[in-house]
């Protein structure tokens, strides 16, 4: 019994690694089409779209407000298009796209609306997705000091089903492996799509 414990532990681990922090939650199903959002509120802004990634199997599109300006809050917007053959159970973290800006310096930017770096909910769960349909994500942010940023947006882990066996086919995140990663996790978290850095400039309120 500890020795299945303990093996339990290790898939754990790995897993939360691979998706970016996140633990799956086991039995869990949610529907597509259907907006994750956070929490806070945001105004109600035009988007452009500025990036489209495409693999095999997904879309990957990003959009963000026309003008960002210091101490208002703003949306960002993501849309995960499933373009493959025939139904999947989509197994993802929670939401399945996930924003990330840095300064100047390389260094990650707190979203303000939270006063701390954006933190997500260790969860995942699984998705039946039919070819067309799509999963869109709203996250709020807040940015208080003007300067020029850069934005990644990222999917988490991609699977059909679990336990992750057949993993789609990931772009643009070889960038975040690490050398101390073991090779199984490096397999994992290239299951991830990613934009590549794209420039935002926040003006003055």
């Excluded at 093996?7 to 897993?15: C, D, S, T």
């Excluded at 633990?23 to 994750?36: K, R």
């Excluded at 499933?82 to 989509?90: M, N, S, T």
Aim: hydrophobic residues 40%; aromatic residues 8%; charged residues 30%.
């Amino acid at each position: 019994m500890k020795r299945r414990f303990a093996i339990l532990g290790v898939i754990l681990v790995v897993v939360g690694l691979a998706l970016g922090g996140v633990v799956p939650a086991g039995g869990h199903e949610d529907t597509a089409d259907q907006s994750e959002k956070s929490a806070g509120r945001t105004e109600p802004l035009d988007g452009a779209l500025v990036e489209e990634v495409r693999t095999s199997d997904f879309i990957l599109s990003v959009e963000v407000p026309e003008e960002i300006r210091a101490g208002e809050v703003f949306t960002l917007r993501g849309t995960l298009e499933y373009i493959g053959e025939g139904d999947i159970r989509l197994f993802h973290g929670v939401p399945v796209v996930r924003f990330y800006i840095v300064d100047g310096d390389g260094k990650h930017v707190a979203n303000d609306l939270f006063a701390h770096p954006r933190a997500y909910l260790s969860i995942a769960v699984i998705t039946p997705l039919e070819p067309g349909q799509t999963m869109k994500v709203e996250d709020a942010w807040r940015i208080d000091h003007p300067c020029e940023y850069e934005l990644i947006a990222a999917t988490t882990l991609l699977a059909n089903e679990c336990p992750w066996e057949e993993l789609f086919e990931g772009k643009n995140y070889e960038r975040f492996l690490r050398d101390d990663m073991t090779e199984r996790v490096k397999e994992l978290r290239r299951s991830r799509i990613a934009t590549g850095p794209i420039e935002i400039t926040v003006v003055d309120g």
